[in-house]
């Protein structure tokens, strides 16, 4: 029979390689034989890997008292910083959050400088400070990482350091810092599996922020491959909720709808407050979509998140009510100082608002923020917005040169040929020509229309529609099957059309809630539908045809 002692250094060989389960047996095994502070620790640690959150604390939080009691200070401090940010994640407990770093800071004064002292000021920095003061800390920590070889440390200074500069718009000083890290993360430099997941993670973030596509691409794959491989939960899913929003923005919204459910579904088993990051990017997606009450379902208790901004304010256009879109954005950006990198999608959205209300004037200073973003970013995504932005300006005020703008904002998405920026660039241009080019404005009119509806952006199509029905031109003859239903999709669209909800269509069918909420949405999305009454709607259209 082995001793606690072999278990726990058999159950730590097994966390080096990532053997999540056998690691949990062998400290399980140690905690059988004697309670002690390692084994408790390491099972811990195994049973976050395998998203056990909530077990996974208790036993990080009996090893720190332990570690404490016995005087081992570094140790016990270096579990009080990784329970701080748990505590977020899993409740988004904020208090909680400041007084586990507290106990940190109290039990590392007076210890001689070490690496802890290192991490408990870059983590503290991470979930607290302005972007200006994490680089600072960023920076001070890479040199305590130096100072004691310690890789981990250093590739999560250089990220979020590269994070910070990212979001102060100096971007590829950022991103070169970032790259670096994950040069680190992916070249086998760093001892722990937790640093490799974090530095995905703060890379994502950043690629995300700067708009860059194709970075974001690049990396979720990778980082999705590293998850798959490693049976990481977290990264799993945060990478889904990152993919998730780079599918959307690049206009594979069906295959978006499934990371994004995949996502919210990960996180619901394990860290639960940080669902609502992928439940606002659905929410978006779902605007989009023309979902507008399915959107507002979604966003209804989120109204206070930074994240829900963007949706909520989409929402409240597409119901033409642009004096409360523009309350939500202005609000959320302030007027305090010049914006900063993440305020670019919300000036977007603020300049349309801006001129549906008919002020000029607040539209054009307005996109010369979004144009000054852009240009310190040099991201081909948010150049072509202010392109966008400013030929709506133009347009709006008569001038002739809007067609340059959204031209040249066509120019720099050739990649994007697919996205809403770009076809809803082709529906600015149409707008453009209709009274000085008849047969321009039709042209550009049904391609943005094609493109809506193959998006399945019901919403914009209408509005395409619309403008090809004044030009005297018919739009289109009827909604499109935007995919082949499948054999229980079409039950559960039969169901729908019979008034039934999810959680009826669920009994009815002997499926989870989750799984039918699911095939709704697929059965929307493939209709083109904006809400479950037009789907019935649909489906009774449907059925008279054959009857006939």
């Known amino acids: 029979m082995s001793t606690s002692s072999e278990c726990i250094a058999d159950g730590y060989g097994a966390l080096n390689v990532g053997d999540w389960p056998g690691a949990r047996t062998r400290f399980e095994a140690a905690l059988g034989v004697e309670d002690s502070a390692e084994a408790h620790d390491g099972l811990g640690m195994s049973l976050w890997w395998l998203n056990e959150i909530e ?22 401090a270096g579990i009080a910083i990784w329970l701080a940010r748990e505590q977020v994640f899993l409740h988004g407990n904020a208090s909680a959050m400041k007084g586990w770093f507290a106990r940190a800071e109290r039990l590392l004064n007076g210890l001689d400088r070490c690496p802890e002292q290192g991490w408990l000021a870059l983590m503290r920095a991470s979930m607290l400070a302005a972007p200006l003061e994490l680089e600072r800390v960023a920076l001070d920590a890479i040199e305590t990482a130096r100072e004691f070889n310690d890789a981990d440390l250093e590739a999560m ?98 295959d978006a709808e499934m990371e994004l459910l995949k996502a919210i579904e990960t996180f619901d088993l394990g860290h639960r407050a940080l669902r609502v990051h992928a439940v606002l990017k659905l929410a978006d997606l779902r605007v989009c979509q023309g979902r507008l009450e399915e959107a507002q379902a979604l966003l209804a208790g989120y109204e206070d998140q930074g994240g829900a901004v963007l949706p909520l304010a989409r929402l409240h256009m597409a119901r033409g009510e642009a004096q409360l879109a523009k309350a939500v954005l202005v609000q959320a950006i302030g007027g305090g100082s010049a914006p900063e990198l993440y305020h670019a999608p919300l000036l977007l959205l603020l300049v349309e608002a801006l001129l549906a209300l008919g002020d000029a004037d607040g539209a054009h200073t307005t996109a010369q923020q979004l144009a000054e973003l852009a240009r310190k970013s040099q991201s081909d995504l948010l150049m072509a917005q202010a392109d966008i932005a400013e030929g709506q ?35 600015e241009m149409a707008r453009l020509l209709r009274d000085s080019d008849w047969a321009g404005a039709v042209t550009w009119a049904r391609a943005a229309l ?89 489906a009774l259209s449907e059925a008279q045809g054959n009857d006939a």
């Open 55 to 76: 077990a996974a604390h208790k036993h990080r939080a009996s090893a720190y008292v332990s570690f404490k009691k016995s005087g081992a200070l570094r140790r016990a």
């Open 157 to 254: 200074g250089l990220a979020f350091g590269g994070l910070a500069r990212v979001a102060l718009g100096r971007v590829d000083e950022g991103m070169a810092c970032l790259d670096e890290a994950m040069a680190m993360a992916t070249g086998g430099e760093l001892a722990g599996f937790q640093a490799i997941s974090e530095t995905f993670c703060v890379t994502l973030s950043a690629c995300e922020l700067a708009g860059d596509l194709v970075r974001t691409e690049h990396w979720c794959h990778a980082a999705a491959e590293f998850a798959r491989k490693h049976n990481c939960q977290f990264l799993s899913a945060y990478c889904r909720t990152t993919y998730g929003g780079l599918l959307t923005a690049s206009g594979r919204w069906r």
């Open 393 to 427: 300006v133009r347009r709006f005020l008569g001038e002739p040169r809007a067609a340059e703008c959204f031209q040249s904002a066509l120019d720099g998405l050739k990649h994007y040929e697919r996205s809403l920026v770009v076809s809803r660039a082709r529906l």
């Open 450 to 538: 094609a493109s809506f509806e193959r998006l399945g952006a019901t919403h914009d199509a209408d509005e395409a529609a619309k403008l090809l029905r004044e030009l005297g031109v018919g739009g289109r003859t009827g909604p499109r099957l935007q995919g082949k239903l499948t054999r229980r999709e079409a039950e559960v669209l039969a169901l729908v059309a019979s008034g039934l909800n999810n959680r009826e269509i669920a009994d009815r069918l002997f499926i989870s809630a989750k799984t039918a909420e699911h095939h709704v949405s697929q059965v929307l999305s493939k209709l083109g539908a904006r809400s479950r009454a037009e789907a019935a709607a649909l």
